[in-house]
């Protein structure tokens, strides 16, 4: 079955940085695009970043020039590092796969940008 488990989420002060990561089993990781949303208290999920089969990557608009998504496909790991992290990236972050039609989700990681 689909697995995806997300680690690395804490603490963390303004203009601090953190590498999370979503380790995958279950499917063929190489070949899909995974992504990565975030959900703030009180708001909706938002997408934040894909990175496609091919190594292409796509990140919103607030998070361009800090946060960086990446993959390595022979440890079936989805990484998002993020760099001069703000208060409202505070959010619970999930990694997401979408297969025939069908969305999976881990469990997310808590990212808390306070000082």
């Known amino acids: 079955q689909v697995q995806l488990v997300e680690s690395g989420g804490g603490l963390v002060q303004p203009g601090g940085s953190l590498r999370l990561s979503c380790a995958a089993s279950?499917?063929?990781?190489?070949?899909?695009?995974m992504r990565w949303y975030r959900q703030a208290p009180g708001k909706e999920r938002e997408l934040v970043a894909i990175?496609?089969?091919?190594?292409?990557?796509l990140s919103v608009d607030s998070v361009k020039g800090r946060f960086t998504v990446s993959r390595d496909n022979a440890k079936n790991t989805v990484y998002l590092q993020m760099n001069s992290l703000k208060p409202e990236d505070t959010a619970v972050y999930y990694c997401?796969?979408?297969?025939?039609?069908?969305?999976?989700w881990g469990q997310g990681t808590q990212v808390t940008v306070s000082s």
């Open positions: 279950g499917f063929a990781f190489s070949t899909y695009a």
């Open positions: 990175i496609y089969s091919d190594g292409r990557t």
């Open positions: 997401n796969v979408k297969i025939l039609a069908r969305d999976y």
